[in-house]
């Protein structure tokens, strides 16, 4: 698996030290649940919000970000959110003209290279879909292409990297998303951004509650860490089980008795 993560990080976040497990910040949390985004959604079955905690605490922790206590009171509000965004279903099967606007389709392609590759990305995509031609946006969701949509290449990078970008957000993702608040200026009514930690995975192949787990597990050293542009981990997907396969052995095939010889002559002669 290819698994994305992207810190966008505030003025404000900046200003900050980030923490670390001998200096660690404390926080609340709340979460903000399960979503599912984008076009023709299919039914899911999400990854359950206990379950989610517990994953997100462990690997907020191995990053220096530690519960709020009495004696260590909160300097961050954590929002959490985690779900799926998909590209159309059987885009290849289906008449998507009619069944949507041009702009739906610009709008969710967009939403997913937010979460893929940060706010920068998703803006320059933007600028690019604005001038891209109706076919080559359409081409773009079926086939991930870059090479089609012309104002795309002044952006994306013309290496297997941006073919990769390319192909991810035309494709279904998996992801999780944490927002980093000034405690203090929420406790106010105030709502200051810190910074916002994005994960993805492609859902090729894979289910959410299988993905997730790794995925929360293999990025946590980037929360709440600015990245510059997208980071990607490569992780193999462990499913469990084994096959044993044993000495190879030849069985003889019968069908039945054979059939009995013909008393037609080899060359018969000519009429």
């Known amino acids: 698996m290819d698994l994305n993560v992207v810190t966008d990080m505030t003025a404000e976040g900046r200003k900050q030290t980030p923490p670390s497990v001998e200096k660690p910040a404390y926080y609340v949390a709340q979460s903000a649940g399960y979503r599912q985004l984008g076009l023709d959604s299919p039914k ?38 985690w779900g799926s965004h998909n590209n159309i279903m059987n885009v290849y099967e289906r008449n998507i003209l009619l069944e949507y606007s041009i702009t739906d389709l610009a709008r969710s392609l967009i939403e997913r290279a937010t979460l893929v590759g940060g706010e920068a990305f998703a803006k320059n995509l933007a600028r690019a879909l604005e001038f891209s031609s109706r076919g080559e946006i359409l081409s773009f969701v079926q086939g991930g292409d870059v090479s089609i949509v012309s104002e795309l290449g002044m952006f ?12 991810t957000i035309s494709g279904s993702i998996y992801f999780v998303v ?9 406790a106010r009514g105030g709502r200051q951004l810190l910074w916002r930690t994005k994960m993805t995975v492609s859902t090729d192949g894979v289910s959410m509650k299988e993905t997730l787990p790794p995925l929360i597990v293999s990025v946590a050293p980037h929360l709440g860490r600015e ?42 002669p000519k009429p």
Not at 178 to 186: C, E, G, L
């Open 178 to 186: 944490v927002s980093a608040y000034d405690f203090a200026a929420m």
């Open 44 to 81: 899911e079955d999400p990854l359950a919000g206990v379950a989610l905690e517990g994953l997100m605490k462990n690997a907020l922790a191995s990053a220096g970000f530690l519960p709020a206590t009495a004696d260590h009171p909160a300097t961050l509000a954590l929002i959490y959110h």
């Open 227 to 268: 990245t510059n542009g997208v980071e990607t981990i490569l992780q193999r997907l462990s499913r469990g089980g084994t096959v044993t396969i044993g000495d190879p052995k030849v069985i003889e095939y019968f069908s039945g008795p054979a059939a009995p010889p013909s008393s037609a002559p080899k060359n018969p």
């Open 156 to 167: 994306l990078e013309k290496n297997p990297r941006g073919d990769f970008l390319a192909a």
